[in-house]
């Protein structure tokens, strides 16, 4: 009985807590999640180092350091994994979009140039993140997957950038601007660039982007946005 209890008492650990009543952590959850993670990342540095037609999972737990047993337990099967994959990127996209862009405070403008360096600071961070975007675009069969899980959310920054920039067209009162066009046509130049930055590493530090779409917001926003 007393070696059950001590059992229990390593699974689940309490944790005090100021001002609430003590919480209990579950051990065998946060190594369960933490395992969950590692055959992710695995994933993903497969991925973007060989593409996925070398990608299975024994090759995956054999990165992540895991049982390929531990790896079926956790998604099934590849498709699952991919799709786990492509959720994790865009969660930690949708993060530093909503730091960058939805922060209580921010002006029209602050946000609009949030949105551009939300791209910038992706792939410049994580630039494996990024190809592995660009190869879920390449495969067919990806493809689908993020047609499910990424595209949604990339309509819904452009939606999102586009009603920004129209909020600016009304406090400027700017004429001949379309903002629509023009959330696309930045969309075109970060996705652009984050193709290339893919097939070219040495261009992924490049300033071309990012000067192309400040001339871009100074040509429609003179009074908004300073020349490149």
Known sequence: MAQRKAATAEKQETVPAVGKRPVRRDRRRERGEASIQRIIDAAIDL?????LSSLTMQRIAELAGASNALVVFHF????NLLRAVLQYLSDQYDALWTKLVRTPGLSPVDRVTGAVE???RFARQHPKWVSVF???GSD?????????IGLPGDLAYNAEASDLLAEIVRLGNYSGVDPKTL??????????AW??????PPDLHSE???KTIATLLHHAFPRHFGPA
């Open 47 to 51: 991925i973007a180092d060989e593409g």
């Open 76 to 79: 099934g099967n590849k498709e």
């Open 140 to 148: 067919r069969k990806s493809m689908q997957i993020y047609t499910e």
């Open 134 to 136: 660009v190869i879920f």
């Open 183 to 192: 959330s696309e046509s930045l969309n075109y130049l970060v996705q652009g």
């Open 118 to 120: 939300c791209g910038r």
């Open 208 to 210: 071309v982007p990012a």
């Open 195 to 200: 193709y290339w930055g893919h097939l070219n």
